[in-house]
T-cell receptor, first 117, second 113 residues
């Protein structure tokens, strides 16, 4: 079956611009996660959705970052007024449920490489 | 607060040699522990996980890890390295009852012929 997909695979934008990154989770997965991975680092948690609601957004670095999942499936990560420090690979993952306390396997997408010039 | 420390950003072994990748964690409650692997130009995939059942966990591709509460460790091992094991390996922790997963910085494994 289809895995997690993310679009675009690469995005180059100028400092100060707005970007949207899209994630299509595995069908039927209710839990969805966004991570940011900088060069030489592990994935850094940004936000977790259970269904349509953001159950934990404590990893969003500031109010320029926002994510939505209006119908409980596709999610969009939105970054306003981009800065060079936002350059990273943004990963999306989904799992069958996050309700059982994080013990479920997460299936990762290939990521979107964001470069802010 | 949870944290994960992976000792050694790079590990090099010869083909056929033992692979040992170290991971220590901190967690205020019983954790779930994971090892993920990232092959070049591919997404992360789960190797194995510990969720409070057997402390010795077997995963895919001949890897296993042992949860040692007294040492707060979850080291990953494989008896005999293959060239195809060359990749980046990430240890991760999440709390029972929580959603956030914290990843270590990763260890890149090189396998020499």
């Amino acid at each position: 079956g289809a895995g997690v997909s993310q679009t675009p695979s690469n995005k180059v934008t100028e400092k100060g611009k707005y970007v949207e990154l899209r994630c299509d989770p595995i069908s039927g997965h209710t839990a969805l996660y966004w991570y940011r991975q900088s060069l030489g680092q592990g994935p850094e948690f940004l936000i977790y959705f259970q269904g349509t609601g953001a159950a934990d957004d404590s990893g969003l670095p500031n109010d320029r970052f926002f994510a939505v999942r209006p119908e409980g499936s596709v999610s969009t990560l939105k970054i306003q007024r981009t800065e060079r420090g936002d350059s990273a690979v943004y990963l999306c993952a989904s799992s069958l449920t996050g309700g059982l306390a994080g013990g479920r396997e997460q299936y990762f997408g290939p990521g979107t490489r964001l470069t802010v010039t | 607060a949870q944290s994960v420390t992976q000792l050694g950003s790079h590990v090099s072994v010869s083909e056929g040699a033992l692979v040992l990748l170290r991971c220590n964690y901190s967690s205020s409650v019983p954790p779930y522990l994971f090892w993920y692997v990232q092959y070049p130009n591919q997404g992360l995939q789960l190797l194995l996980k510990y969720t409070s059942a057997a402390t010795l966990v077997k995963g895919i591709n001949g890897f296993e890890a042992e949860f040692k509460k007294s040492e707060t460790s979850f080291h990953l091992t494989k008896p005999s390295a293959h060239m195809s094991d060359a990749a980046e390996y990430f240890c991760a922790v999440s709390e029972a009852g929580g959603f956030k997963t914290i990843f270590g910085a990763g260890t890149r494994l090189f396998v020499k012929a």
